[in-house]
């Protein structure tokens, strides 16, 4: 039934009603429909695309020397950056982000883990799991077989995570070369951050990913070791974000020159740098829920600017994109740092995090940019052309997306606070 519903949206009242049920003529029908509007979608493909070839090749001998090619909807000139971004490569990333976004719509806060050993062989233990969408990550802390509790548990519950104390006991020898598992992270997109501090003074930090649900307590790290595991956390991130990575194909879709790019991209940057930090060191805090839905919105803000900028027409976020994205980035930048914040990390760690988590996003958002740059230049060189409603895949998956997650996210706001 998916192609009935995208073949009415494309070309309204062109699926008739039917009874509720299958039946012969039905199925007739949509594969005769299905057929007949592939044939003519590659059609008008080869017919544009020869149409095309025969005006560059005369304006080529008509015009010695000139790099500027009609596109039929935007021309490419040189010192362009994405002038013709949404009728050539970006679709391709859009089209990926459709298919996978829809679960990954909340970027993906890590479950957090801190063993601390307060006696020889004792240790005090944090579990803290992160609630995504009212429901809590369905990953349980297994410890090894020979630890006992010297206490009961203390399990506490709150607004966006469940946090669990233990007090163990692991013999003699501790937990040195011993393993922590996470049974159930296989099936999460998410990680854990674990922290381990020995009487020793040796300290491990690392990041458990899913396709290898343990970790194993060895010897410290050193700084640049920590820095490492926080730049990665970043990265995945920014790439598992996909309402931020939503947000900056949207900026990517309106600008079109290098130098505005730039100021874009910087004022992106900058804005969410410094809500990173206000909130990573405590100075603000915004509930997670009012926060995504207004991320969300966000997103669909770009949709209706897409369009216009595809008309030939201006408004201020056209003109002044790099406003926009310092505006929103500030937003943005509290999602980051949920994250971090969430996790509970100690204080005296923050201010290393911060710096290297940062400077993963950034790495992730720049090679994001580059991607898409690199395809669209890539489709140009090779001169692909795409049909008018591909063309146009790329601006309305960022403002259905946008509005998918802002009604998904005003639900769950409303409906917490009943």
Same mark, same amino acid.
């Given at each position: 039934?998916?192609?009935?519903? #995208?073949?009415?949206? $494309?070309?309204?009242?062109?699926?008739?009603?039917?009874?509720?049920?299958?039946?012969?003529?039905?199925?007739?029908?949509?594969? @005769?429909?299905?057929?007949?509007?592939?044939?003519?979608?590659?059609?008008?493909?080869?017919?544009?695309?020869?149409?095309?070839?025969?005006?560059?090749?005369?304006?080529?001998?008509? &015009?010695?020397?000139?790099?500027?090619?009609?596109? !039929?909807?935007?021309?490419?000139?040189?010192?362009?950056?994405?002038?013709?971004?949404?009728?050539?490569?970006?679709?391709?990333?859009?089209?990926?982000?459709?298919?996978?976004?829809?679960?990954?719509?909340? /970027?993906?806060?890590?479950?957090?883990?801190?063993?601390?050993?307060?006696?020889?062989?004792?240790?005090?233990?944090?579990?803290?799991?992160?609630?995504?969408?009212?429901?809590?990550?369905?990953?349980?802390?297994?410890?090894?077989? @020979?630890?006992?509790?010297?206490?009961?548990?203390?399990?506490?519950?709150?607004?966006?995570? #469940?946090?669990?104390?233990?007090?163990?006991?692991? !013999? *003699?020898?501790?937990?040195?070369?011993?393993?922590? /598992?996470?049974?159930?992270?296989? #099936?999460?997109?998410?990680? $854990? +951050? $674990?922290?381990? /501090?020995?009487?020793?003074?040796?300290?491990?930090?690392?990041?458990?990913?899913?396709?290898?649900?343990?970790?194993?307590?060895?010897?410290?790290?050193?700084?640049?070791? &920590?820095?490492?595991?926080?730049?990665?956390?970043?990265?995945?991130?920014?790439?598992?974000?996909? @309402?931020?990575?939503?947000?900056?194909?949207?900026?990517?879709?309106?600008?079109?020159?290098?130098?505005?790019?730039?100021?874009?991209?910087?004022?992106?940057?900058?804005?969410?740098?410094?809500?990173?930090?206000?909130?990573?060191?405590?100075?603000?805090?915004?509930?997670?829920?009012?926060?995504?839905?207004?991320?969300?919105?966000?997103?669909?803000?770009?949709? *209706?600017?897409?369009?216009?900028?595809?008309?030939?027409?201006?408004?201020?976020?056209?003109?002044?994109?790099?406003?926009?994205?310092?505006?929103?980035?500030? +937003?943005?930048?509290?999602?980051?740092?949920?994250?971090?914040?969430?996790?509970?990390?100690?204080?005296?760690?923050?201010?290393?995090?911060?710096?290297?988590?940062?400077?993963?996003?950034?790495?992730?958002?720049?090679? #994001?940019?580059?991607?898409?740059?690199?395809?669209?230049?890539?489709?140009?060189? +090779?001169?692909?052309?795409?049909?008018?409603?591909?063309?146009?895949?790329?601006?309305?998956?960022?403002?259905?997306?946008?509005?998918?997650?802002?009604?998904?996210?005003?639900?769950?706001?409303?409906? !917490?606070?009943?």
């Amino acid at each position: 039934m998916w192609f009935v519903v #995208f073949l009415n949206s $494309v070309i309204p009242g062109c699926v008739p009603a039917f009874e509720e049920g299958a039946s012969d003529v039905k199925t007739a029908w949509l594969g @005769d429909q299905k057929t007949q509007a592939w044939q003519k979608a590659y059609k008008e493909m080869l017919q544009v695309h020869h149409t095309a070839a025969r005006a560059v090749r005369q304006r080529r001998r008509s &015009v010695p020397g000139s790099f500027a090619r009609d596109t !039929g909807s935007c021309s490419i000139r040189r010192g362009t950056a994405v002038s013709c971004m949404h009728s050539r490569s970006a679709w391709l990333l859009a089209c990926l982000l459709l298919a996978s976004s829809v679960v990954w719509a909340h /970027e993906a806060r890590p479950a957090y883990l801190e063993v601390k050993e307060t006696a020889p062989g004792e240790f005090s233990v944090l579990w803290r799991t992160p609630v995504l969408a009212g429901m809590r990550l369905p990953v349980v802390l297994k410890l090894p077989d @020979d630890v006992k509790n010297l206490r009961e548990p203390n399990v506490q519950e709150l607004a966006d995570s #469940f946090v669990e104390r233990r007090w163990i006991d692991a !013999g *003699p020898n501790g937990l040195a070369g011993k393993r922590i /598992e996470f049974p159930g992270l296989q #099936f999460t997109i998410t990680d $854990v +951050l $674990v922290r381990v /501090e020995l009487l020793d003074g040796r300290k491990l930090t690392t990041i458990v990913h899913p396709p290898q649900p343990w970790v194993e307590v060895a010897a410290s790290q050193t700084w640049i070791g &920590v820095a490492g595991t926080y730049i990665v956390q970043g990265i995945r991130h920014i790439l598992f974000g996909a @309402d931020h990575m939503l947000f900056v194909l949207g900026l990517l879709l309106i600008v079109e020159d290098r130098w505005m790019l730039l100021k874009t991209v910087t004022a992106f940057t900058v804005a969410h740098s410094i809500t990173l930090a206000i909130a990573t060191l405590g100075y603000a805090e915004v509930p997670i829920l009012p926060l995504n839905a207004a991320i969300a919105l966000s997103i669909l803000f770009l949709g *209706p600017e897409i369009v216009r900028s595809w008309r030939g027409q201006t408004s201020f976020t056209i003109r002044h994109p790099w406003v926009v994205a310092f505006a929103f980035g500030l +937003l943005h930048g509290f999602g980051f740092a949920s994250a971090l914040t969430s996790a509970g990390l100690p204080r005296h760690e923050l201010p290393l995090a911060l710096v290297s988590f940062n400077v993963g996003v950034e790495l992730g958002q720049l090679g #994001f940019i580059a991607l898409i740059l690199g395809l669209e230049r890539s489709f140009r060189i +090779l001169e692909v052309r795409w049909p008018r409603w591909v063309q146009a895949i790329p601006g309305y998956t960022v403002g259905s997306l946008g509005a998918f997650w802002t009604v998904q996210r005003l639900v769950l706001l409303f409906g !917490g606070t009943r």
